[in-house]
């Protein structure tokens, strides 16, 4: 199934992240984007789909800047629970350093064909019409439309956790010792 590789990378005697079992799709589809302090920085967007989340790197992070092509590099499936996930994975496990959740909602598709997906957003922070487009293999370029949110804000402005209201640093302070 989808989550193989997700179970395969993970050692869950040594990191806190849900294991990977697929759940009963949402009514409402589910996305969320964590912030991600590891070996590189970057920002984890994933979307619900068939009952797993889709899930895409992004070393830049997403811009509300229409102009702006942010590349997104597609990794393997990540269970729904997911999207709650915030705390810190162990040095020298699969994706060790820190995770902020950084934004969460609900999303829905207004279309899609072989190389495109346009999504409406509904976060707290990431709101109104975005694109993924693929371009080559696994790399897309997500991209915001040019809506009434365009320029909505700077994404580097958010510092904090929406779910903790905690910065990357107090987040790995909590969950050092535990
Ligand atoms: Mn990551």
């Known amino acids: 199934m989808s989550l193989d590789k997700y179970n ?5 005697k040594k990191t ?7 759940e009963n799709p949402h009514k409402r589809l589910k996305f969320c984007v964590q912030h991600h302090l590891a070996s ?6 994933r979307l619900e789909l068939d009952g797993v989340l889709k899930s895409f790197a992004v070393p830049k992070g ?5 102009k702006d ?8 499936d990540h269970p729904l629970s997911y ?18 959740l950084w934004d969460r909602g609900y999303y829905k598709i207004d279309y899609y ?10 976060g707290k922070r990431l709101k109104g019409s975005w694109s993924l487009v693929n371009f080559k293999d696994n790399n897309f370029l997500l991209i915001k439309e040019n809506d009434k949110y ?12 929406i779910k903790s209201n905690l910065t990357m640093q107090e987040i790995k302070k909590k969950y050092l010792n535990k």
């Open 83 to 100: 999207r709650n996930f915030e705390g810190i994975i162990p040095e020298g496990e699969y994706g060790g350093g820190t995770v902020m």
């Open 62 to 66: 997403p811009s509300y800047n229409p």
């Open 8 to 12: 395969e990378k993970r050692n869950f």
């Open 40 to 45: 590189h920085d970057h920002y984890d967007f």
């Open 16 to 22: 806190r992240e849900p294991k990977g079992k697929k």
């Open 113 to 122: 064909d072989e190389n495109v997906l346009k999504i409406t957003l509904y």
């Open 150 to 161: 365009a320029n909505y804000a700077k994404i580097n402005t958010f510092k904090t956790s």
């Open 69 to 76: 092509k942010r590349l997104a590099v597609m990794v393997e």
